[in-house]
C-alpha cells in the first residue's frame, strides 16, 4: 500500500468517527450488550410509528384496555429512550471502551430512563399535588436534570450543557448580591425550579420535545430509509450526471446534492459527510484546492439545514412556536432556500471562471432535443412536472373519489411504484463509486433517472398530504414513511423477480437488512436530538421561569442605542456565537427563546413592525451559519477532514461562500415580499426573478468577478444594484414618507373606519414600568374584528381607551387579553399617562419598483465596461 493509499485511509476513519460521535455513537459494542443497543434503537423507532398511528386506538376499542399514549406520556417514553441509548451508544470520555458497554453506563441508562418513566406510572398522583413535591418528586427530578446534562455531555459535548448550567445558575442564584442589578430576579426554591423544570410542561418536556417526540423523530426516520434504500447514491450520481460537464461541474453536483440531502436530512455535518465523501474528492481533481472544495461543500450543506420541508428538523418547532402552519411555512422558507442555492451554484461558476477550469467529459451523444432537456434543466422541468402532478392529478381524486380519497391514491401510488420498479429493472443498479478512483467519462443523465424514479414516491405522498390534504405533519410523515418503509423492503425482490435472477432469497434478506438497518439508524440518529429538546426545554422553562428574555432584550437595546441595523447585527452576531457547537434543532430552540424576542420588542421601540416568522427565521439562519463559522464549525472541521485542508481555513472560506445567505435574513426583514408574505402567484415568479437577480450580482461583486474581474468601482456599483433590486423601499422612503401621521386623539374615529379584519397601525407612549421617569414609545399594530363602533372594537380586542381633553389614554390590558403582554412594560399608575401619541395610515405612494430602472442602467454600465475585458464566456 502507497503512502497516499495511507493517508487516504486514515482519513476516512477521521472522518467516519466524527460523523459517528455526531449523529450515531462513537460506541460499536460488541456481543449481547451490542445487540441490545441495536434492538434497544430498533424498539425506539418502532414505538414511534405505533404511537403516530392508527393502531392504538384499534387495540383499545378491540381490547377494552387503554394503550393510547397522549401528549405528555409519548414526551416521557420519548426522553427515556433518547437518554438510555445516550447512555449506552455514546461513551463518557475519550478514553473509555468504545468495544464494550461499562457498569457505570447500565446505571445511568437505568437511571436516565426510570426518572422519566416516573412520571408515567405516578402521573395519578403527581396531578392530585400538583405544585407541591414530594422528596421522591425531587429525587427523581434531580437525577433527570443530572442524567439530562451527561447525555447532552455525551452526545452533543460541552456547549450545550454550558449553555444550560447558566440558566439553571440564574434561576437559582438570580437573587445574589452578586448579580448586576439589571438582570437580578427573586430567585427560586429547590421544590419550584425542579417542579417547573421537571415535573410539568413547562421545562424538560415542554413544547420542544413534544415536537420531537410527534414529528421530528418521523421525518428523521423517513430520510434515515430514504438513504439506506439508496437515494442518497442516487441522488448524488443523479446532480453529477446533469452538471458534471459544466465549468466546475463536481463543485456544481455537490451543491446540488446537497440541497437534495437537505430535503431529508437533519444534520449539516452529517450532509458534509454523505456527499462530500464522493463530492470534495472529485473537486479537488478538477482544480479546487482542499479549503475551496471543503468551503463549497460546507456552504451547500449547512444552506440543505435552511431548505424546506424538514430545514434541520427545525421546521416543525418554527411552525409551533410562531403559530403559522407547516404548509404556510414552507411556503415562506421557500424561497430565499432556492435564491441562496441558485447563488451558490453561481458563486462555483465565478470561481471556476477564475481558476480557468472545464467540466467533465459527458458521454458521446446526438444532440437532439430529447438529449438536451436532460441537461441543466432536466431537474427544474421534473421538479415542475412532479409539482404539477401532486396538485393537479392527486387533488382531481378529491373530486372524483370524495369519499375514497386515501383509497384511491394508495391504490395509484403502488400501481405508480410497480409501473417505475418495472422500468428501474431493465437498467443495472447504481453502485457505490470509489470517489478516490478516475472517471473517463459521465454516465448519462437519463440511464441514471430511470434507476430510482419511484424514490420520488414517498416525497410526493409527503407533499400530496400536507398540501392537498392538509394533514398534520405528523400524520404525512407517518404515510411517508409506510410508503418509505415499503419500499425499502420490497424494491430488491421486486426488481428480482421482474429480472427472473433467481435470487430471491438473497433479495427478501437484504430487504429485510435495509429495513432493519434503517430503524436503527433512525433511532440512533435521533438520540442527540432527543436530549437536546430536552436540554433545549430547560432554557425554554427558565425564560418563562425569570422572563430572561427580557434582559437579554435591555442589553442589546443599550449596546445598541437604539440603532435598528446595529441591534440587528448585535442579534445576529449574538445568534452566531449561541450556535456554535448545537444541533440545529436545540440551535434553533436556543437563539429564537432568547434573540427573537428582542427583535420583536426592540423593533417595536423603533417602528419596525414584522411578522413573527420572519423574526424566527432571521434567528435561525444566523444559528445555522454557526456550522461553518470558526473556531467551532463543526461541519468545516468535517469537511477538511475529507479535504485534507486546514479547518479554519476552510470555515472562513465557507463562511464567505456564505455571504450570501447572511444577507438575505436583513432583506427579509425589510422586505417580507421574499417570505411570500401576502403576494400572488404572479407577483411571486416577478419577486423570485429580481431575487436571483440581486443574489446572483452580490456574489459577483463579493467574489470580485462578474464578466472579467472587477474593479472597485465596479464591485461598488453591483453591491449597490443588488441592494435596489431587494429593497428598492429603501430609497422610496427617502423620497415619499410612508405612513401619514393622525393624532392619538383620532385612534376611535379611524377604529371605526377600517374595513372588516382591518389592521390600524398606532404610537403608545408612556412611563416605562422599570423607570417611571423614562418615556418609552412602542408601535403596535392592531387587528381590528369586524366592523363596528370604534371604541366597542378596540373593547373587544382588550383595549380600553379613555379621552382627556386632546389626549386618548390607555387603560392596563387585562391579563390574556391579545395585546397584554406587548404592553406590560408601561407603568400605568405613574403621574404620566400612557397614551396613544399617534396613528400612522399607509401614505399614497408611487410604486416602489421604479427605482429599479436606475438600477439596471448601472447595472448596463458594468456590463459594458467589463465586456472590454471579457476573455473567456460568461457561462
Given at each position: 500500500?502507497?503512502?497516499?493509499?495511507?493517508?487516504?485511509?486514515?482519513?476516512?476513519?477521521?472522518?467516519?468517527?466524527?460523523?459517528?460521535?455526531?449523529?450515531?455513537?462513537?460506541?460499536?459494542?460488541?456481543?449481547?450488550?451490542?445487540?441490545?443497543?441495536?434492538?434497544?434503537?430498533?424498539?425506539?423507532?418502532?414505538?414511534?410509528?405505533?404511537?403516530?398511528?392508527?393502531?392504538?386506538?384499534?387495540?383499545?376499542?378491540?381490547?377494552?384496555?387503554?394503550?393510547?399514549?397522549?401528549?405528555?406520556?409519548?414526551?416521557?417514553?420519548?426522553?427515556?429512550?433518547?437518554?438510555?441509548?445516550?447512555?449506552?451508544?455514546?461513551?463518557?470520555?475519550?478514553?473509555?471502551?468504545?468495544?464494550?458497554?461499562?457498569?457505570?453506563?447500565?446505571?445511568?441508562?437505568?437511571?436516565?430512563?426510570?426518572?422519566?418513566?416516573?412520571?408515567?406510572?405516578?402521573?395519578?398522583?403527581?396531578?392530585?399535588?400538583?405544585?407541591?413535591?414530594?422528596?421522591?418528586?425531587l429525587v427523581f427530578s434531580i437525577m433527570g436534570m443530572v442524567s439530562l446534562g451527561i447525555a447532552v455531555y455525551r452526545s452533543l459535548g460541552l456547549p450545550l450543557v454550558i449553555v444550560a448550567s447558566v440558566f439553571v445558575f440564574y434561576v437559582f442564584f438570580g437573587h445574589a448580591s452578586f448579580m448586576p442589578d439589571a438582570i437580578q430576579w427573586k430567585g427560586a426554591s429547590l421544590g419550584k425550579a425542579m417542579w417547573h423544570y421537571w415535573m410539568q410542561s413547562e421545562g424538560v418536556f415542554g413544547v420542544?420535545?413534544?415536537?420531537?417526540?410527534?414529528?421530528?423523530?418521523?421525518?428523521?426516520?423517513?430520510?434515515?430509509?430514504?438513504?439506506?434504500?439508496?437515494?442518497?447514491?442516487?441522488?448524488?450520481?443523479?446532480?453529477?450526471?446533469?452538471?458534471?460537464?459544466?465549468?466546475?461541474?463536481?463543485?456544481?453536483?455537490?451543491?446540488?446534492?446537497?440541497?437534495?440531502?437537505?430535503?431529508?436530512?437533519?444534520?449539516?455535518?452529517?450532509?458534509?459527510?454523505?456527499?462530500?465523501?464522493?463530492?470534495?474528492?472529485?473537486?479537488?481533481?478538477?482544480?479546487?484546492?482542499?479549503?475551496?472544495?471543503?468551503?463549497?461543500?460546507?456552504?451547500?450543506?449547512?444552506?440543505?439545514?435552511?431548505?424546506?420541508?424538514?430545514?434541520?428538523?427545525?421546521?416543525?418547532?418554527?411552525?409551533?412556536?410562531?403559530?403559522?402552519?407547516?404548509?404556510?411555512?414552507?411556503?415562506?422558507?421557500?424561497?430565499?432556500?432556492?435564491?441562496?442555492?441558485?447563488?451558490?451554484?453561481?458563486?462555483?461558476?465565478?470561481?471556476?471562471?477564475?481558476?480557468?477550469?472545464?467540466?467533465?467529459?459527458?458521454?458521446?451523444?446526438?444532440?437532439?432535443?430529447?438529449?438536451?432537456?436532460?441537461?441543466?434543466l432536466f431537474g427544474f422541468i421534473a421538479m415542475c412536472v412532479l409539482a404539477a402532478v401532486v396538485y393537479y392529478g392527486l387533488g382531481w381524486i378529491k373530486v372524483v373519489f370524495p369519499n375514497l380519497t386515501f383509497a384511491a391514491a394508495a391504490i395509484i401510488c403502488l400501481a405508480a411504484y410497480v409501473i417505475l420498479a418495472i422500468i428501474a429493472s431493465r437498467h443495472p443498479d447504481l453502485e457505490m463509486d470509489d470517489p478516490n478512483a478516475p472517471i473517463e467519462e459521465l454516465p448519462k443523465a437519463w440511464?441514471?433517472?430511470?434507476?430510482?424514479?419511484?424514490?420520488?414516491?414517498?416525497?410526493?405522498?409527503?407533499?400530496?398530504?400536507?398540501?392537498?390534504?392538509?394533514?398534520?405533519?405528523?400524520?404525512?410523515?407517518?404515510?411517508?414513511?409506510?410508503?418509505?418503509?415499503?419500499?425499502?423492503?420490497?424494491?430488491?425482490?421486486?426488481?428480482?423477480?421482474?429480472?427472473?435472477?433467481?435470487?430471491?432469497?438473497?433479495?427478501?434478506?437484504?430487504?429485510?437488512?435495509?429495513?432493519?438497518?434503517?430503524?436503527?439508524?433512525?433511532?440512533?440518529?435521533?438520540?442527540?436530538?432527543?436530549?437536546?429538546?430536552?436540554?433545549?426545554?430547560?432554557?425554554?422553562?427558565?425564560?418563562?421561569?425569570?422572563?430572561?428574555?427580557?434582559?437579554?432584550?435591555?442589553?442589546?437595546?443599550?449596546?445598541?442605542?437604539?440603532?435598528?441595523?446595529?441591534?440587528?447585527?448585535?442579534?445576529?452576531?449574538?445568534?452566531?456565537?449561541?450556535?456554535?457547537?448545537?444541533?440545529?434543532?436545540?440551535?434553533?430552540?436556543?437563539?429564537?427563546?432568547?434573540?427573537?424576542?428582542?427583535?420583536?420588542?426592540?423593533?417595536?421601540?423603533?417602528?419596525?413592525?414584522?411578522?413573527?416568522?420572519?423574526?424566527?427565521?432571521?434567528?435561525?439562519?444566523?444559528?445555522?451559519?454557526?456550522?461553518?463559522?470558526?473556531?467551532?464549525?463543526?461541519?468545516?472541521?468535517?469537511?477538511?477532514?475529507?479535504?485534507?485542508?486546514?479547518?479554519?481555513?476552510?470555515?472562513?472560506?465557507?463562511?464567505?461562500?456564505?455571504?450570501?445567505?447572511?444577507?438575505?435574513?436583513?432583506?427579509?426583514?425589510?422586505?417580507?415580499?421574499?417570505?411570500?408574505?401576502?403576494?400572488?402567484?404572479?407577483?411571486?415568479?416577478?419577486?423570485?426573478?429580481?431575487?436571483?437577480?440581486?443574489?446572483?450580482?452580490?456574489?459577483?461583486?463579493?467574489?470580485?468577478?462578474?464578466?472579467?474581474?472587477?474593479?472597485?468601482?465596479?464591485?461598488?456599483?453591483?453591491?449597490?444594484?443588488?441592494?435596489?433590486?431587494?429593497?428598492?423601499?429603501?430609497?422610496?422612503?427617502?423620497?415619499?414618507?410612508?405612513?401619514?401621521?393622525?393624532?392619538?386623539?383620532?385612534?376611535?374615529?379611524?377604529?371605526?373606519?377600517?374595513?372588516?379584519?382591518?389592521?390600524?397601525?398606532?404610537?403608545?407612549?408612556?412611563?416605562?414600568?422599570?423607570?417611571?421617569?423614562?418615556?418609552?414609545?412602542?408601535?403596535?399594530?392592531?387587528?381590528?374584528?369586524?366592523?363596528?363602533?370604534?371604541?366597542?372594537?378596540?373593547?373587544?380586542?382588550?383595549?380600553?381607551?379613555?379621552?382627556?381633553?386632546?389626549?386618548?389614554?390607555?387603560?392596563?390590558?387585562?391579563?390574556?387579553?391579545?395585546?397584554?403582554?406587548?404592553?406590560?412594560?408601561?407603568?400605568?399608575?405613574?403621574?404620566?399617562?400612557?397614551?396613544?401619541?399617534?396613528?400612522?395610515?399607509?401614505?399614497?405612494?408611487?410604486?416602489?419598483?421604479?427605482?429599479?430602472?436606475?438600477?439596471?442602467?448601472?447595472?448596463?454600465?458594468?456590463?459594458?465596461?467589463?465586456?472590454?475585458?471579457?476573455?473567456?464566456?460568461?457561462?
Amino acid at each position: 500500500m502507497s503512502v497516499e493509499d495511507d493517508t487516504r485511509r486514515n482519513k476516512d476513519v477521521d472522518v467516519d468517527m466524527m460523523v459517528a460521535v455526531v449523529e450515531t455513537g462513537a460506541r460499536t459494542a460488541a456481543g449481547a450488550a451490542g445487540k441490545f443497543i441495536l434492538a434497544l434503537a430498533f424498539v425506539w423507532s418502532c414505538f414511534q410509528i405505533y404511537i403516530a398511528s392508527d393502531v392504538p386506538y384499534v387495540l383499545t376499542e378491540v381490547t377494552g384496555v387503554n394503550v393510547v399514549f397522549n401528549n405528555q406520556e409519548a414526551r416521557q417514553f420519548h426522553l427515556a429512550f433518547a437518554l438510555a441509548l445516550a447512555m449506552l451508544a455514546y461513551p463518557l470520555f475519550k478514553t473509555s471502551p468504545r468495544n464494550r458497554v461499562p457498569l457505570y453506563d447500565w446505571v445511568l441508562a437505568i437511571l436516565g430512563a426510570s426518572s422519566c418513566l416516573y412520571l408515567f406510572v405516578f402521573k395519578e398522583e403527581i396531578a392530585n399535588r400538583a405544585g407541591l413535591p414530594t422528596t421522591a418528586d425531587l429525587v427523581f427530578s434531580i437525577m433527570g436534570m443530572v442524567s439530562l446534562g451527561i447525555a447532552v455531555y455525551r452526545s452533543l459535548g460541552l456547549p450545550l450543557v454550558i449553555v444550560a448550567s447558566v440558566f439553571v445558575f440564574y434561576v437559582f442564584f438570580g437573587h445574589a448580591s452578586f448579580m448586576p442589578d439589571a438582570i437580578q430576579w427573586k430567585g427560586a426554591s429547590l421544590g419550584k425550579a425542579m417542579w417547573h423544570y421537571w415535573m410539568q410542561s413547562e421545562g424538560v418536556f415542554g413544547v420542544a420535545l413534544g415536537v420531537s417526540a410527534s414529528m421530528i423523530f418521523l421525518f428523521v426516520l423517513f430520510g434515515s430509509l430514504l438513504e439506506k434504500a439508496g437515494a442518497g447514491n442516487y441522488f448524488i450520481k443523479l446532480a453529477f450526471a446533469l452538471l458534471g460537464h459544466l465549468r466546475g461541474g463536481p463543485a456544481k453536483a455537490a451543491v446540488v446534492a446537497s440541497a437534495l440531502s437537505g430535503l431529508y436530512s437533519g444534520s449539516s455535518i452529517a450532509n458534509v459527510v454523505t456527499t462530500g465523501t464522493f463530492t470534495i474528492p472529485l473537486m479537488k481533481r478538477t482544480g479546487f484546492s482542499p479549503e475551496k472544495a471543503g468551503a463549497v461543500e460546507v456552504a451547500s450543506s449547512t444552506n440543505g439545514q435552511l431548505t424546506p420541508p424538514v430545514m434541520g428538523a427545525a421546521a416543525f418547532l418554527i411552525s409551533e412556536f410562531t403559530g403559522i402552519s407547516y404548509p404556510e411555512l414552507i411556503k415562506h422558507a421557500f424561497l430565499p432556500a432556492v435564491i441562496s442555492y441558485i447563488a451558490l451554484v453561481y458563486i462555483v461558476h465565478l470561481e471556476a471562471l477564475k481558476l480557468g477550469l472545464e467540466g467533465m467529459k459527458r458521454p458521446t451523444v446526438t444532440a437532439t432535443l430529447a438529449r438536451r432537456l436532460s441537461g441543466v434543466l432536466f431537474g427544474f422541468i421534473a421538479m415542475c412536472v412532479l409539482a404539477a402532478v401532486v396538485y393537479y392529478g392527486l387533488g382531481w381524486i378529491k373530486v372524483v373519489f370524495p369519499n375514497l380519497t386515501f383509497a384511491a391514491a394508495a391504490i395509484i401510488c403502488l400501481a405508480a411504484y410497480v409501473i417505475l420498479a418495472i422500468i428501474a429493472s431493465r437498467h443495472p443498479d447504481l453502485e457505490m463509486d470509489d470517489p478516490n478512483a478516475p472517471i473517463e467519462e459521465l454516465p448519462k443523465a437519463w440511464d441514471v433517472a430511470v434507476t430510482g424514479f419511484y424514490f420520488l414516491l414517498p416525497i410526493v405522498i409527503l407533499i400530496w398530504c400536507i398540501l392537498i390534504e392538509r394533514l398534520s405533519p405528523t400524520t404525512s410523515a407517518y404515510w411517508a414513511t409506510i410508503s418509505m418503509l415499503t419500499i425499502v423492503l420490497t424494491q430488491r425482490p421486486l426488481k428480482a423477480a421482474l429480472r427472473a435472477s433467481g435470487e430471491m432469497g438473497a433479495a427478501w434478506k437484504q430487504g429485510f437488512r435495509d429495513f432493519i438497518d434503517g430503524m436503527i439508524s433512525g433511532a440512533r440518529s435521533m438520540i442527540g436530538i432527543g436530549v437536546a429538546t430536552g436540554a433545549a426545554g430547560i432554557i425554554v422553562g427558565t425564560v418563562s421561569l425569570t422572563g430572561a428574555h427580557q434582559v437579554v432584550g435591555e442589553f442589546v437595546e443599550f449596546l445598541s442605542g437604539g440603532n435598528l441595523m446595529l441591534m440587528l447585527f448585535l442579534v445576529a452576531v449574538m445568534s452566531l456565537i449561541l450556535g456554535m457547537g448545537l444541533p440545529t434543532t436545540a440551535n434553533y430552540i436556543v437563539v429564537s427563546s432568547l434573540m427573537a424576542p428582542v427583535i420583536v420588542t426592540v423593533g417595536a421601540q423603533s417602528g419596525l413592525i414584522v411578522p413573527l416568522v420572519a423574526v424566527h427565521l432571521f434567528v435561525f439562519y444566523f444559528g445555522i451559519l454557526a456550522d461553518d463559522t470558526p473556531p467551532v464549525g463543526l461541519a468545516a472541521f468535517a469537511a477538511a477532514a475529507i479535504s485534507g485542508g486546514d479547518p479554519i481555513r476552510t470555515g472562513i472560506q465557507g463562511f464567505s461562500y456564505d455571504i450570501r445567505t447572511a444577507l438575505l435574513p436583513f432583506l427579509f426583514i425589510f422586505n417580507t415580499e421574499l417570505l411570500l408574505i401576502d403576494v400572488g402567484p404572479v407577483k411571486a415568479v416577478f419577486i423570485f426573478v429580481i431575487g436571483v437577480t440581486a443574489m446572483m450580482l452580490f456574489a459577483a461583486a463579493t467574489q470580485g468577478y462578474f464578466l472579467a474581474r472587477s474593479r472597485i468601482w465596479e464591485t461598488a456599483a453591483l453591491l449597490l444594484v443588488a441592494f435596489t433590486l431587494f429593497r428598492p423601499g429603501f430609497w422610496l422612503d427617502y423620497v415619499q414618507a410612508p405612513y401619514v401621521d393622525r393624532p392619538g386623539s383620532d385612534l376611535v374615529q379611524l377604529a371605526g373606519q377600517v374595513e372588516d379584519g382591518g389592521t390600524l397601525r398606532m404610537v403608545v407612549s408612556g412611563p416605562d414600568f422599570d423607570d417611571p421617569d423614562q418615556i418609552e414609545d412602542l408601535t403596535l399594530v392592531i387587528e381590528l374584528g369586524p366592523k363596528a363602533d370604534g371604541t366597542d372594537r378596540l373593547f373587544k380586542i382588550g383595549l380600553t381607551v379613555m379621552e382627556d381633553g386632546d389626549k386618548t389614554v390607555l387603560e392596563e390590558p387585562l391579563p390574556g387579553t391579545p395585546y397584554f403582554t406587548q404592553l406590560q412594560g408601561y407603568d400605568y399608575y405613574a403621574d404620566e399617562s400612557v397614551v396613544v401619541s399617534k396613528v400612522q395610515l399607509p401614505a399614497e405612494r408611487m410604486p416602489k419598483e421604479v427605482f429599479y430602472i436606475p438600477a439596471l442602467l448601472l447595472l448596463g454600465l458594468v456590463i459594458l465596461m467589463q465586456r472590454r475585458r471579457q476573455t473567456v464566456p460568461a457561462f
